[in-house]
């Protein structure tokens, strides 16, 4: 008896073209669900399919082809291509529909308003105007349309394409058979009742204007979420100095296995987690942490992928390579993150599901009820297309963009980038604000916030000697004492020496100096007096770094070292705090320092030692917790804490991964501009919200009386651009938003 083994599984993420809604996502999820032996999920925020598979890949892709959509293996540089084109074509397509449609509006409501000033073949000019909108610049609603007709379903952009190719084939109609000599043309009183003796190019082309904004703005924020894989990727080491037999070899990464052993030189990016067997070295940690201060490093330390070595040569064993390690962790839990993303326009999807086929229901009905009641052809067919006109969504369409485009000029005078409605969802129910310490509570600069010296030790002699020892260091710490010092005439040093992990040490004046913590110092013999270790234990309870100074082998003082807090934490705090909203700290830093910052800043809770791969999964806990939290950071290190959060804000001055991970930017450097960020996309939320409901009530106020023959198609488009306006006049409220001081720009 002959066994088959089962066929082996395979994974595959693929880049989804063609899908303009959720229900395309679903659409392309169900054909790919039903093939054998394939298990898919897609996402319609990220544009991509996760596909587990037996057999051929190409099979997969066929089937999703065969529902109308593309399919490609993600590849991060075509990926992000495919944003920018996208996001490039609908700009092109938009400039060319709003550059052909506002003369025509204007000599719309111009004509209509004063017939004597018609001239010979004005409605011919009208039609050569809207034929380049309504059939180039709208050919992706047209597209989207077919193929949802092909697949039997509709969608948002099947009425739109109804609604614009139906105010475009009446005008024809009125154009060809139509009287334009009689007063009441254009009017809707011509030939017939129902107004066969009108033409609404102005309606079609409009349309297509407002949509083709919202797509463009949409695609813009999609391609800025996309970037943020691509920036963690470049974080990856390309090549690495792998040793085998004691020889370096140059090796693509993805050769490298757990247990080997490679050289990083200084200069050079670590290729891996792994820990040091051999050699020291200072490694800036800041890319990956956000910490400041580089970490000293010898035998037995771990380190982490993706920071740089600074000083010295260092051999390390790979611990975690490739998807297990922690930068590839951070770039998965990114993305998983921007897959559980909101969307404001996935209510307006999900009311359409229902509203499109009711409408198209509801025109089909009009028209046979009209022709069985014994009405003429053109009354009936008017009263049918005055149902599509006035329900076509143009209110519906202005609603987000709109609103968002204005909450983000006005967010853009008081320092917040708003990237996309989905920052705007997120804020729905924020109740906790997590904020990262090191970078966006503080300064990420250390200082010099006491000095001690020892009994009989002048401050000015203190400063002297430490200041001519740091002043040939370039730690984080020995340029704060440098700054301190920097009023003080300073002695040369001769003969100094960096003692990795300790301090350092020098000859000043023909004294033998030295610099560092009191392990130090006992190490080399040098006496410690009580009243200053006292005085530097209660500066290290308060969460200061110390920094001892022994000259001639006895110590002459310290210095309180710490990361400043910025001058406008507090007041952001107590902002927070009176939104009613809950703050915590987060921290790679020990307990005291972080109980010391969020003591000085007002901070409810603190969750310090947290390493930087764990970060997103505390935010995840908060989460799990049932609470709904908005993450603020800067560091490459908040990038998957900043996109697992419901709403991520980055600081301008951070690194650019945090910034594409965000949904809001934060340009001013007053840490206050937080509070005006959640409170300003929550006004502008309410605005799209309030846009929403005015759009979706007028069409459902409005319907009936369309079907009844009560709006001819004019009164119907005038309807529906009274309807825009008011959307249009709701968000523009928003550009008297007002920040916590009243200020208008950024500081």
């Avoid at 560091?635 to 600081?651: P, Y």
Wanted: charged share 20%; hydrophobic share 50%.
């Amino acid at each position: 008896m002959t066994v088959t083994a089962p066929a082996a599984t395979e994974r595959a993420e693929l880049a989804i073209g063609g899908m303009t809604c959720a229900a395309c996502a679903a659409r392309v999820q169900r054909a790919l669900n039903k093939l054998d032996g394939v298990e898919a999920t897609v996402n319609f925020a990220t544009e991509k399919a996760s596909v587990r598979y037996t057999g051929e890949l190409a099979a997969v892709i066929a089937r999703v082809e065969k529902a109308g959509y593309t399919a490609a293996p993600v590849q991060s540089e075509v990926d992000e291509d495919r944003h920018g084109a996208r996001a490039l074509d609908f700009r092109r397509r938009m400039t060319v529909a709003a550059v052909l449609s506002i003369p025509l509006c204007d000599l719309s409501i111009t004509l209509a308003l004063v017939p004597s000033l018609r001239f010979p073949g004005w409605e011919w000019l009208c039609l050569v105007l809207a034929v380049p909108v309504v059939f180039w610049a709208a050919s992706p609603f047209h597209r989207a349309a077919l193929r949802n007709l092909r697949h039997g379903s509709s969608s948002m952009d099947t009425l739109v394409s109804l609604g614009m190719v139906a105010s475009f084939g009446w005008s024809c109609f009125s154009l060809v058979f139509g009287t334009s000599s009689e007063p009441g043309y254009w009017l809707g009183f011509g030939v017939t009742a129902s107004g066969a003796s009108t033409i609404y190019f102005d309606v079609a082309a409009g349309v297509a204007t407002f949509l083709l904004a919202g797509r463009y703005f949409e695609a813009r924020s999609r391609r800025s979420a996309a970037g943020l894989l691509t920036a963690l990727e470049a974080l990856a080491a390309k090549e690495v100095r792998v040793l085998r037999d004691g020889v370096e070899q140059l090796i693509a990464i993805g050769a490298l296995r757990r247990g080997d052993e490679f050289v990083v030189k200084p200069g050079e990016r670590v290729a891996a987690d792994g820990v040091v067997v051999d050699g020291t070295s200072a490694v800036d940690t800041s890319a990956v942490t956000g910490e400041p201060v580089p970490v000293e490093l010898a035998d037995g330390d771990r380190v982490v992928g993706g920071t740089t070595n600074v000083s010295g040569r260092l051999v390390i064993r790979a611990t975690h390579v490739g998807a297990e390690s922690q930068l590839s962790r951070m770039s998965s839990a990114a993305e998983q993150a921007q897959a559980r993303k909101a969307n404001v326009q996935k209510l307006v999807d999900r009311v359409c599901a229902v509203f499109v086929p009711a409408v198209l229901v509801l025109a089909a009905g009009t028209l046979a009820a009209w022709l069985l009641t014994g009405h003429s052809g053109a009354a009936a067919f008017g009263a049918a297309v005055s149902v599509l006109i006035i329900a076509c969504p143009c209110a519906l369409g202005l609603a987000t963009p709109t609103a968002l485009m204005a909450g983000v000029g006005r967010g853009a005078q008081l320092g917040i980038l708003i990237k996309g409605p989905d920052a705007l969802e997120a804020t729905r129910a924020i109740d906790t604000v997590v904020l990262d310490k090191t970078g966006t509570v503080t300064t990420g600069r250390m200082a010099v916030t006491a000095v001690h010296p020892a009994p009989g030790v002048a401050r000015a002699e203190l400063l002297a000697l430490a200041g001519a020892v740091e002043s040939s260091s370039e730690h984080a710490i020995a340029t704060a004492i440098v700054r301190e010092a920097s009023e003080e005439n300073l002695p040369a040093a001769t003969g100094f020496e960096a003692l990795p992990g300790l301090g350092a040490r020098a000859t000043v004046d023909g004294r033998a100096v030295l610099l560092g913590r009191e392990r130090l110092l006992a190490e080399h013999g040098a006496e410690v007096q009580d009243s200053l270790k006292r005085t530097v234990e209660d500066e290290a309870e308060r969460g200061a770094t110390v920094v001892f100074v022994a000259a001639d082998g006895r110590a002459i003082g310290a210095f309180a070292v710490r990361d400043e807090i910025k001058p406008s934490a507090a007041a952001a705090v107590s902002a927070l705090h009176r939104l009613g909203l809950r703050t915590v700290l987060l921290t790679g830093d020990h307990e005291a320092t972080a109980r010391a910052v969020a003591s000085a800043a007002g901070i409810e809770e603190v969750f310090a030692g947290v390493l930087p791969a764990e970060k997103a999964a505390t935010v995840e806990r908060l989460r799990a917790q049932g609470r709904t939290v908005a993450m603020v950071g800067d560091g490459i290190n908040d990038a998957a804490a900043l996109a697992t959060a419901d709403l991520g804000l980055a600081l301008a001055d951070g690194t650019d991964i945090a910034m594409k991970a965000a949904d809001v930017i934060l340009v001013r450097e007053d840490l206050r501009v937080v509070p005006d960020a959640v409170r300003l996309a929550h006004r502008t939320l309410r605005t799209i919200r309030g846009n929403l409901a005015w759009a979706f009530g007028y069409n459902l106020a409005a319907l009936p009386l369309a079907a009844f023959g009560l709006l001819n198609p004019l009164i119907a488009g005038a309807a529906m651009s009274v309807s825009s306006l008011l959307v249009v006049s709701n968000s523009l409220r928003l550009r008297n938003f007002a920040g916590v001081r009243g200020g208008s720009g950024p500081r």
